[in-house]
C-alpha cells in the first residue's frame, strides 16, 4: 500500500511489490499473471460476493450493497489508493465497466446500451472515493443506502425514458 500511495499504481513494479512483501517473484509468478491480476482478483472476489445468484443466498440487494461497501472498507487503503490523485485510471475503468454490467442486470428490458448503466457505474465509484477521500465518515451500510437512493432515482429516470 505504501508504494502504491507514494508512488502510484502504474508505477510500481512487481519487483518492488515482492521486495516490500518479502515474498520471492517465483512465489508471486506462481500465483499471478501480473500486479493488475492481483487488484482483479481483490475486486473480482467482491464483486462475486455481491452478485451472486444463490438460490440459498436471502440478502436483499441493499444488503449485498452494504456488504460491498464493507468489503471497500476492510481494503480502504488499497482502493484509497488505486481509485485516488495517484491511482490507476486501468482499475478505475475495470471497476466502472463490472458495475455498469452489474447495473444493467437491474433496468427495464436490460438495455446495456443506454447511458444508465454507465452513469450508475460512475455515481457508484464516485461514492466509493467521496467517501474514502472524507474518511469514511459514516458506516458501510450508511454510505450505501445513500448511494442505492441516488441509483435507485437513475434507474426510475431509465425506466421511464424506455418507457416512452
Known amino acids: 500500500m505504501d508504494l502504491i500511495e507514494d508512488r502510484g499504481f502504474d508505477r510500481v513494479t512487481v519487483g518492488e511489490l515482492c521486495s516490500r512483501?518479502?515474498?520471492?517473484?517465483?512465489?508471486?509468478?506462481?500465483?499471478?499473471?501480473?500486479?493488475?491480476?492481483l487488484v482483479e482478483q481483490i475486486f473480482d472476489e467482491a464483486m462475486a460476493e455481491m452478485t451472486a445468484d444463490d438460490e440459498d443466498d436471502t440478502r436483499s440487494p441493499g444488503q449485498r450493497f452494504a456488504e460491498f461497501f464493507g468489503h471497500i472498507d476492510t481494503y480502504h487503503?488499497?482502493?484509497?489508493?488505486?481509485?485516488?490523485?495517484?491511482?490507476?485510471?486501468w482499475f478505475a475503468d475495470r471497476m466502472r465497466s463490472a458495475l455498469a454490467a452489474m447495473s444493467s442486470?437491474?433496468?427495464?428490458?436490460r438495455d446495456v446500451d443506454t447511458l444508465a448503466p454507465s452513469v450508475i457505474s460512475a455515481m457508484f465509484v464516485q461514492s466509493i472515493l467521496w467517501w474514502l477521500e472524507h474518511g469514511r465518515p459514516c458506516p458501510a451500510e450508511?454510505?450505501?443506502?445513500?448511494?442505492?437512493?441516488?441509483?435507485?432515482?437513475?434507474?426510475?429516470?431509465?425506466?421511464?425514458?424506455s418507457d416512452n
Open 77 to 89: 487503503r488499497l482502493y484509497g489508493a488505486l481509485l485516488g490523485r495517484k491511482g490507476s485510471p
Open 105 to 109: 442486470e437491474h433496468l427495464p428490458g
Open 21 to 37: 512483501a518479502m515474498v520471492s517473484r517465483a512465489a508471486f509468478y506462481r500465483n499471478y499473471r501480473d500486479k493488475y491480476e
Open 142 to 161: 450508511e454510505i450505501a443506502e445513500q448511494s442505492a437512493q441516488l441509483i435507485r432515482a437513475v434507474i426510475e429516470a431509465a425506466a421511464s425514458t
